[in-house]
């Protein structure tokens, strides 16, 4: 059952919420184990963190996506409305939107394509740049984010599947991260 149809879902994130059954034991920890026994020990802790981290993306991902299903948007074309809510005249250059969202710009034309069918935005020429196109927020687009937002906010954000004092240490943690990686 999907955790946002089900109307005893209290905010955990478990196995029965998440709509697979418990392992009996971490495969990560197994994994790390792996490493130590196959001599690659000074590995293990790094690979552990990078599965844990890429599995946890893909659970909080699962979330996200099943918060929004209804709503007809990924969480790709979310970022792409909100972006253009929070811009200060509801529209942006595609490029732009690329160089925020950083990802490449294919994925940002996809995006758009698929929000102008869903008539979400409005895509125009841009008045000084005939090769670029200006993305422009409907009045569709607008209910749709705010309803989104909505969700996401009581659905995943208030209820991260951590207290507090994690959410702080994890945004700190991966801060530290990205920025070590260059992303900002």
Known sequence: MDVITNPTYDGAMTAETLGRPALSADPIAAARQQWVEHGWGPAAPGMAAITSLMRAHQIALSRVEATLKPLGVTFARYEVLM???FS?????PMKLIASRLQVHPTSVTNAVDRLEAAGLVA???HPDDRRALIVTLT??????AAKATAALNSEVFVQPGLDEQDVRELVEVLGRMRQSAGDF
């Open 83 to 85: 972006l253009l809510l």
């Open 88 to 92: 200060q005249r509801g529209s942006l």
């Open 123 to 125: 895509r125009t020429a």
């Open 139 to 144: 009045p569709s687009g607008r209910a749709v």
